[in-house]
């Protein structure tokens, strides 16, 4: 299993921007690299998928090393809106049981 | 379009009690996942299902806990002899399956064991 480990919390401010980074050491040939976001009474939502190197979509950028031991999440110029947890999950979606959570960040971001 | 649908969005049950959790996916989704979520926790894998093949079940925590889904859709998950530690809110999530396809989760029930 491709555990992940991610800071509990994290503080910002409006405008700024916020890098989330995840370790997954064990991390398989075949696991790809997701990050998800949870609003309260909400179920995780998808925002960004990578394999290697940088990917980038209209809400986030996702940086992977060459190892692939660890990724970070980019969130440019964030607003209050973004306060949420955000989830690292690495995994083979072809494996079902594999697609383990790890615990999570919580990003409070302040005015 | 649609998307991941569960229901109830809220149950309260007494403890021994069994309660049945529906999921329906996203038409066409072959792979459904169920997860539970305790308080301020992260994600457990309950049970996950691939098209026709047999689930995975490994995530279940008890013999109490069962799940089935039918024609290859509408998904339930059953919990017989429900405990307060049951407590949780279950999550449901679909995939067009694959190995980089992402999740797309309902909103999830929100079970309470009295």
């Known amino acids: 299993l491709a555990k992940t480990t991610q800071p509990i919390s994290m503080d910002s401010y409006e405008g700024q921007e916020v890098n989330i980074t995840c370790s997954h050491n064990?991390?398989?040939?075949?696991?790809?690299i997701t990050w998800y976001q949870q609003f309260p009474s909400q179920g995780p939502r998808f925002i960004i998928q990578?394999?290697?190197t940088k990917v980038t979509n209209e809400v986030a950028s996702l940086f992977i090393p060459a190892d692939r031991k660890s990724s970070t999440l980019s969130l440019p110029r964030v607003s209050l809106s973004d306060t949420a947890v955000y989830y690292c999950?690495?995994?083979?979606?072809?494996?079902?049981?594999?697609?383990?959570f790890g615990g999570g960040t919580r990003l409070m971001v302040k005015p | 379009g649609a998307g991941v649908s569960q229901s109830p969005s809220n149950k309260v049950t007494e403890k021994g009690k069994d309660v049945e959790l529906r999921c329906d996916p996203i038409?066409?989704?072959?792979?459904l996942y169920w997860y539970r979520q305790s308080l301020g926790q992260g994600l457990e894998f309950l049970i996950y299902?691939?098209?026709?093949?047999?689930?995975?079940k490994s995530g279940l925590p008890s013999d109490r806990f069962s799940a089935e889904r039918t024609g290859g859709s509408v998904s339930t998950l059953t919990i017989q002899r429900t405990q307060q530690e049951d407590s949780a809110v279950y999550l449901c999530?679909?995939?067009?399956?694959?190995?980089?396809?992402?999740?797309?989760f309902g909103n999830g029930t929100r079970l309470t064991v009295t």
């Open positions: 999530a679909s995939s067009l399956g694959g190995r980089q396809i992402p999740l797309h």
């Open positions: 064990n991390i398989a040939t075949n696991d790809y």
């Open positions: 990578g394999y290697k």
């Open positions: 999950l690495v995994g083979d979606g072809n494996a079902g049981n594999m697609l383990t």
């Open positions: 038409s066409g989704h072959t792979a």
């Open positions: 299902f691939q098209g026709n093949s047999a689930p995975d």
